[in-house]
């Protein structure tokens, strides 16, 4: 179900930033309780926190909802850099990516 993915990704983006989750409650302006209940599955926020959320975590909604986009910072400035690049140097880097699996 959908919502145990927004438990669990919140969860994973939160380690991700490297924040307890009664620190990340407190910088949101909420209870200090209130990130380890919405991780431990009591409740689900507002769409306004939510969005609220995605921004303290340094995602947009979509980046959120993306299955298999484990760090959605390090996969925009990826693809940032993969769009300067000629579409020779593209092909290599890809090369060196599919190599890498």
């Given at each position: 179900?959908?919502?145990?993915?927004?438990y669990?990704?919140?969860s994973?983006?939160?380690l991700l930033k490297g924040?307890s989750?009664?620190e990340?409650?407190?910088?949101?302006?909420?209870?200090?309780g209130?990130?380890?209940?919405?991780e431990?599955?009591?409740t689900?926020?507002?769409m306004?926190?939510?969005?609220?959320?995605c921004?303290y975590?340094?995602?947009?909604?979509?980046e959120f909802f993306e299955?298999?986009?484990?760090?959605p910072?390090?996969?925009?400035?990826l693809?940032a850099e993969?769009r300067?690049?000629?579409?020779e140097?593209?092909?290599l880097?890809t090369a060196v990516?599919?190599?890498m699996?």
């Amino acid at each position: 179900m959908f919502e145990d993915y927004i438990y669990n990704r919140i969860s994973e983006l939160r380690l991700l930033k490297g924040v307890s989750a009664r620190e990340m409650s407190l910088d949101i302006g909420q209870s200090e309780g209130y990130i380890n209940s919405i991780e431990n599955k009591r409740t689900l926020p507002s769409m306004s926190m939510f969005l609220f959320i995605c921004d303290y975590l340094g995602v947009t909604p979509a980046e959120f909802f993306e299955p298999g986009n484990r760090d959605p910072a390090a996969m925009r400035e990826l693809l940032a850099e993969a769009r300067r690049l000629s579409p020779e140097e593209l092909r290599l880097v890809t090369a060196v990516m599919r190599a890498m699996k």
